[in-house]
């Protein structure tokens, strides 16, 4: 295992109820929040409220950043930027799922920060401060309640790019898993999909060298392949929202990576996606997945995806390694369509005209040292067989 430091200073309220705690926790540290929010199911499913309540009963003051759109936009981070310090606010309430909490991040270091806070995703400055950030998280899917990276787009450009720094890490979350209850089928799939896929990209690294982390990735993907379906028949199981959110916030907090060399492949690839088409995440995701396992599979990599289908789908453990490497891969395409997600690019209307450009932008240094590196041709070659 490779040396490693763990420090995930998030302090979780995990359950029902658990808003109770925000007021306090705010008031704590800030005494005038940006409220940020997205497009109103705040509003209709009770965490507008509770939070509101929670701040008039602890005396903080807030102003409000509606709006903040699925795949969150630079113009909307720097609108945010703004309202801090015009009103001279000292902290960010985020009340939502990955876009909110991202779109929040980055105005958390942007507010501290003198150039333009694209500099973040463009790579050239690493915030270094941050507004303290409080997150209520509403979907359970990206993690970004429970880790530093932020995702954002500028539809100028066609471009979408992650950032991390430590002091981006949310300093307390409240997850109350009755709040995803309200979400549609189609995002409580897209949100399976995307924790899964986080947990596939620190699996299928190139040496296996974590037993624990190994083992903890197989029982997440366990969890997803058996409450994902289940949230969808019946809404408001708790215990299938429970475990979903839960599941969600380990496989993305630096937990899985431990002490092992990690690249991703298929997120990089799907930035592309979303910031040519504006497409939702965990669609681009459960799209090129199985196509991405297709591509890699070889003589050399049968054996983890073996592994992969006997922890996780339960195939006998006396297939032929090959055979059961396949089978894997195709019980990963079943489940994600069983989940009611599309199985093409075709069918959410992306066709290749943009193949090369995407492939070219997606292909970063970091593909040098992903499970299979990949050439800006092999990257094109999954995007063409995912059509
Ligand atoms: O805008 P509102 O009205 O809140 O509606 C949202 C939005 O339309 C809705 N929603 C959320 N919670 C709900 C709800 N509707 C009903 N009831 C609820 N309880 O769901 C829609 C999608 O929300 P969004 O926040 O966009 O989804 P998600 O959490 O999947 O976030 C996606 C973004 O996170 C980035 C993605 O790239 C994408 O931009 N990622 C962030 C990561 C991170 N910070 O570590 C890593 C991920 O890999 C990912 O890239
Ligand atoms: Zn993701």
Known sequence: MKNFTYAITTVVHFGKGQIEKLGAEVASCSSRVLMVYGGGSIKRNGVYDGAVAQLRAHGVEWAELPGVEPNPRISTVREGIRL???KGLDGILALGGGSVIDCS???AAGALYDGDPWDFPAG????????PLFTVLTMAATGSEMDNIAVISNPDSNEKEAFGAPCCLPAVSILDPSYTCSLPASQTAAGTADIMSHTLENYFSPIETNYLADNMAEAILR???LYGPKAIEVPDDYDARANLMWC???????????GKPVGWSVHRMEHELSAFYDVTHGVGLAILTPNWMRYVLSEQTEARFARYGEAVWGLDRALPQREKAEAAIQKTRAFFNSLGLPATLTEVGIDSTHFAEMARKARTANFDRTFVPLSVEDIQEIYKMSL
């Open 124 to 131: 050239r400055a690493a915030p270094e401060k941050a507004l």
């Open 223 to 225: 969890a997803c392949v």
């Open 105 to 107: 991040k980055a105005i």
């Open 84 to 86: 801090c310090r015009e």
């Open 248 to 258: 969600a916030s380990w496989a993305i907090n630096g937990f899985l990576d431990m």
